[in-house]
């Protein structure tokens, strides 16, 4: 459940040129870049990943010049474990999609898969397999993104629940000095289940630290069923702070 913890937003930096570079626009170039970090706490919508503990986490993604885009990324989870299954430590996605605007509004569609490797959560009575497929779409005007993603599968687990979505509208403020503020609400609908069906906001500040290095704190909560989102005792949707580390390159 990748992360998105904190939204994407697209900063548009005009400067002053002088002669031919003043009547033409830099071409756009193509990127490959990876991610690595920790977490005090893997948060996905609201929701605990990790049973409220640290996690260990890593990407890879591609940026092409004409706007298409694909990547991976991963962490380390235990909900799927802690719902009984015998397997399914790690959580891989893998994405691709197209990044363009039209006038002032950048948008972004895609595709993701949450592969949760080797998991065996659809031999617990109950549940199904983890896995899950999404396509999502998100606008971006100013300083706010609103972000809608559609399961084409059952989401996360569980049964019968296709055709669930998630809405998620955030904002990013520029503090100064690499200071970074992102409000977020979201509303995670899970079909044919109410107990599963819940809110969730967040407030991050981001710093850059430079050199490719960022740190990050949120204060995140919920209004998400105790009993449907507590396993191993612990209620995943409780309110928290958590920290993490990530270094890009």
Do not use: C
């Amino acid at each position: 459940m990748k992360k998105i913890l904190v939204p994407s937003i697209i900063a548009l930096a005009l400067g002053s040129v002088s002669g031919l570079a003043q009547a033409q626009a830099a071409a756009p170039e193509s990127s490959l870049s990876f991610n690595v970090g920790a977490v005090s706490d893997y948060r996905y919508r609201g929701i605990s990943q990790s049973r409220l503990q640290p996690a260990l986490q890593g990407g890879v993604d591609y940026a092409d010049k004409s706007g298409f885009y694909v990547g991976a990324w991963g962490s380390a989870i235990k909900f799927i474990k802690d719902s009984g299954a015998a397997k399914g430590n790690v959580e891989l996605d893998l994405y691709g999609g197209y990044k363009g605007a039209v006038g002032a509004v950048a948008y972004d569609v895609g595709f993701l898969r949450y592969e949760y490797l080797g998991n065996k959560l659809g031999e617990v009575t109950g549940f199904a397999n983890a896995n899950t497929s999404e396509v999502y779409g998100a606008a971006t005007f100013g300083l706010v993104t609103a972000k809608y993603s559609h399961s084409l599968t059952n989401v996360f687990g569980t049964p019968n629940s296709k055709n669930s979505y998630y809405l998620d509208l955030s904002a990013a403020f520029d503090l100064g000095n690499g200071f970074t503020l992102v409000p977020h609400v979201g509303h995670q609908m899970v079909k044919n289940n109410d107990a599963g069906t819940y809110t969730d906001y967040a407030l991050t500040l981001t710093k850059d630290l430079g050199n490719g290095l960022t740190a990050s704190a949120a204060l995140v909560g919920t209004d998400a069923d105790k009993v449907f989102y507590t396993l191993k005792n612990k209620f995943n949707g409780k309110s928290g702070v958590t920290g993490g580390l990530k270094y890009a390159f």
